[in-house]
């Protein structure tokens, strides 16, 4: 069956620039995770949604982050005023049902480039 | 808060020999325990998780981990390397409490023929 999918996979922009990366998760996965890795790093998480709402955005790490899923399904992440430190591989994942010991499946990351 | 580290950023084996990752962790509360691998341009794949039922959890691809509660590990091991076991390995912690998993920073396996 399909897997998570993540597009675009690589979006090169300049600094100061709006960049949107969108996700569509597995069918009938409720829950909706986005993380960011950094070269050498892990993924660190930014946002996760149950439904259309985000139940936990502590992750985001400023204002200029911001992410939606009007439908529960597919999710866009929004970057504003694009900075160089943003460049990094943005990773979503999405799970059956909420709940810490549920398999989250991850797709294969969009990388991003600010110049 | 719960965090995890994996000591050993790079790892070389030869083939045929012993695959030990390393995984300490660190919860307030009983954790799930996870390890991903990352094959170079795809997405994280699930080899194995824990979840409070045996300590000694077997996975995918001959891999297996034991949570022990006393030293704060669940290391990764495999009896015999394979070459195309060679990838990035991340492991990571989620708390009863939360949703988000932590991940440690990585360890490269390298398998030498």
């Known amino acids: 069956g399909a897997g998570v999918s993540q597009t675009p996979s690589n979006k090169v922009t300049e600094k100061g620039k709006y960049v949107e990366l969108r996700c569509d998760p597995i069918s009938g996965h409720t829950a909706l995770y986005w993380y960011r890795q950094s070269l050498g790093q892990g993924p660190e998480f930014l946002i996760y949604f149950q439904g259309t709402g985000a139940a936990d955005d502590s992750g985001l790490p400023n204002d200029r982050f911001f992410a939606v899923r009007p439908e529960g399904s597919v999710s866009t992440l929004k970057i504003q005023r694009t900075e160089r430190g943003d460049s990094a591989v943005y990773l979503c994942a999405s799970s059956l049902r909420r709940g810490p010991s549920n398999e989250q499946f991850f797709g294969p990351g969009t990388r991003l480039t600010v110049l | 808060a719960q965090s995890v580290t994996q000591l050993g950023s790079h790892v070389s084996v030869s083939e045929g020999a012993l695959v030990l990752l390393r995984c300490n962790y660190s919860?307030?509360?009983?954790?799930?325990l996870f390890w991903y691998v990352q094959y170079p341009n795809q997405g994280l794949q699930l080899l194995l998780k824990?979840?409070?039922?045996?300590?000694l959890v077997k996975g995918i691809n001959g891999f297996e981990a034991e949570f022990k509660k006393s030293e704060t590990s669940f290391h990764l091991t495999k009896p015999s390397a394979h070459m195309s076991d060679a990838a990035e390995y991340f492991c990571a912690v989620s708390a009863s409490t939360g949703n988000q998993f932590y991940f440690g920073t990585g360890t490269s396996l390298t398998v030498i023929p």
């Open positions: 919860s307030s509360v009983p954790p799930y």
């Open positions: 824990y979840t409070s039922a045996a300590t």
